[in-house]
């Protein structure tokens, strides 16, 4: 099981930190995903049980994914927010081979989704 919490509301600019209690055995990766209104759900960033971090193109330089295995827990540090951040952020769990990292498809389960909203 997977339960995401720490969204809210900021303003562009700001920084929010997502937290991921994840339960269970452990995967191969662990992601984070967004769904904006009327968009499909897509990928953010992911780390490895190595520990390998990937990311999508448009948050590079500004979140960093992380997982604290003594705590069991997934973070996302998001900083310098933008508007097009808006979206219902997920957690994910799964073991993707690395050509499928970034694709929901490949990871099997998943947290309750937590609101992020970024004002101009």
């Known amino acids: 099981q997977l339960q995401a919490s720490g969204g809210g509301l900021v303003q562009a600019g700001g920084s929010l930190k997502l937290t991921c209690v994840t339960s269970g055995r452990t995967f191969r990766s662990y992601g984070w995903f967004r769904q904006a209104p009327g968009e499909d759900r897509r990928f953010v960033a992911a780390v490895t049980r190595s520990r390998n971090e990937y990311y999508t193109d448009s948050v590079k330089g500004r979140f960093t994914v992380s997982k604290d295995n003594a705590k069991s827990t997934l973070y996302l540090q998001m900083n310098s927010l933008k508007p097009e951040d808006t979206a219902v952020y997920f957690c994910?769990?799964?073991?993707?081979?690395?050509?499928?990292?970034?694709?929901?498809?490949?990871?099997?389960?998943w947290g309750q989704g937590t609101l992020v909203t970024v004002s101009s």
């Open positions: 994910a769990a799964g073991d993707p081979i690395l050509s499928n990292i970034r694709a929901s498809e490949a990871y099997g389960y």
